[in-house]
């Protein structure tokens, strides 16, 4: 069975400093993983995808993850981060095997403060 | 981009109406859609998946006579929910698989429901 789990149900960072919000996967077989970040009253919108290739993955906003096999981690990353960046942010992972549907973390609230 | 529009994106009902959500994709053939549903501070829950020309395939604990999905074509697919109550009250989105490109979801923008 798959399974994602954001550890940090609230992640505070100031403005200008790096973020990290940390996200592990389980599947039986290899994964297809995605960032989704979600405004409030809104919809997902998507971040980045990590299908195959280079393990640094680059995505929308200036954000970034890292593919790590070994230690089943997809964690988001920033190297600066905007106040506008606050949000709720989903890691998802499905199987690249068949028609799976995405399983999704519980969420990390992030708040930059000015 | 592929876009999928929600409507309503909030509705008030009273107990024991029914309340429809459609969900389509404007730009692209949706061959599958997935119906989530997001309590407050919680991560969305798989409800159904659904596919065109086919019943919807239900997750564990789901009631599907309590909601309805059909997915009449390749570009709307609608959730029903039948004599709502206060419990039903959530967050509900759909999201559709992009069929050339099978790994992408695209979400709609959600449903408010609020049952008194």
């Known amino acids: 069975a798959q399974s994602v789990a954001q550890p940090e149900d609230q992640v505070n960072v100031a403005e200008g400093n790096p973020l990290t919000v940390k996200c592990t996967y389980s599947?039986?077989?290899?994964?297809?993983l995605f960032w989704y970040v979600q405004y409030p009253n809104r919809g997902l919108q998507f971040l980045l995808k990590y299908i195959t290739g280079d393990n640094l993955v680059k995505g929308s906003y200036g954000f970034e993850a890292e593919f790590n096999k070994s230690q089943t981690s997809f964690h988001l990353k920033k190297p600066s981060a905007l106040v506008s960046d606050s949000a709720l942010y989903f890691c998802a992972v499905r199987d690249i095997l068949g028609n799976t549907p995405l399983v999704f973390g519980k969420g990390t609230r992030l708040s930059v403060i000015a | 981009g592929a876009v999928v529009s929600q409507h309503p994106s909030r509705v008030i009902c009273k107990s024991g109406t029914s309340v429809k959500i459609e969900c389509r994709s404007l730009?692209?053939?949706?061959?599958?859609m997935f119906w989530y549903r997001q309590f407050p501070k919680q991560s969305l829950m798989l409800m159904a998946t659904?596919?065109?020309?086919?019943?919807?395939?239900?997750e564990q604990g789901v009631e599907k006579d309590k909601f309805l999905i059909n997915h009449a074509s390749l570009t709307l697919s609608t959730l029903t929910v039948t004599s709502a109550h206060p419990e039903d009250s959530s967050f509900y989105i759909c999201?559709?698989?992009?069929?050339?490109?099978?790994?992408?979801?695209?979400f709609g923008s959600g449903t408010q429901l609020s049952v008194l």
């Open positions: 730009d692209f053939q949706a061959t599958t």
């Open positions: 999201s559709a698989r992009y069929h050339a490109t099978n790994e992408k979801l695209f």
């Open positions: 599947v039986s077989g290899n994964p297809y």
């Open positions: 659904s596919n065109e020309g086919s019943k919807a395939t239900y």
